[in-house]
Structures are given as structure tokens and as C-alpha cells.
């Protein structure tokens, strides 16, 4: 069984920077695609970054050049850097883990609990 355990939440002002981890367990990690997705107050989870296996990034409109994701195999985490937080970025920030290049939504067995990111401006 998956297991994935988010850390690195917390209160940052707008224009500061803050590095969320996701320890994966109970997997070949190195096999998946891993992803982040957030959801604010009153909105749908969605999309942020994801990378591959292989280790190609994609990331969403709302975040391309202020995130960055990244993954250690080593340590079966993977990491998203947002570089310069603004007052939207606030939401519940989650991991998600992909079955070799696919990620499945509906498997709620293949996602964290969320770490909680808080902007102060």
C-alpha cells in the first residue's frame, strides 16, 4: 500500500520562498510519475506540477517560472520549490502518486494528506 507523508507547510509571507517534500513509501518509487496539486478554500483541487520517471516536469500555467519539481530516488521524495509565493498560492498542497506514467484521480489510496501553506502579506 502507498503511502505518502507531506511536510514543509506552514506561514510564509508573500515574496518568500518555501520547499515542500513528499516522503513516498510502499512503492517502487522510481517507477512513477509523482505530482503535486493544491486546493484553495471554496475551489477545486487542481493541477500544479508533476514530474515523470524519467524526470520531465510539467507544470500549470498559474505556476510556471515561480515552482519547481523535483524528485531524489535515493530518498523516494519528491520535492516542489516555490520560488516566490504569492497570496494565491495559499491552499493545502498534496502529493500524488502516479502508476508507472499515469496518474489515476479517483485512487484515493495513491494520495497524501496535504500540508498546509499559509501567505501572509
Known amino acids: 500500500q502507498v503511502q505518502l507523508v507531506e511536510s514543509g507547510g506552514g506561514l510564509v509571507q508573500a515574496g518568500e520562498s518555501l520547499k515542500l517534500s513528499c516522503v513516498a513509501s510502499?512503492?517502487?518509487?522510481?517507477?512513477?510519475?509523482m505530482g503535486w496539486y493544491r486546493q484553495a478554500p471554496g475551489k477545486q483541487r487542481e493541477l500544479v506540477a508533476t514530474?515523470?520517471?524519467?524526470?520531465?516536469?510539467y507544470y500549470s500555467d498559474s505556476v510556471k517560472g515561480r515552482f519547481s519539481i523535483s524528485r531524489d530516488n535515493a530518498k523516494n521524495t519528491v520535492f516542489l520549490q516555490i520560488h516566490t509565493v504569492k497570496s494565491d498560492d495559499a491552499a493545502i498542497y498534496y502529493c500524488?502518486?502516479?502508476?508507472?506514467?499515469?496518474?489515476?484521480?479517483?485512487?484515493?489510496?495513491?494520495w497524501g494528506q496535504g500540508t498546509q501553506v499559509t501567505v501572509s502579506s
Open positions: 500524488l502518486a502516479g502508476v508507472s506514467d499515469r496518474f489515476f484521480l479517483d485512487d484515493d489510496s495513491r
Open positions: 510502499g512503492t517502487i518509487f522510481s517507477l512513477n510519475a
Open positions: 514530474i515523470t520517471s524519467g524526470g520531465k516536469e
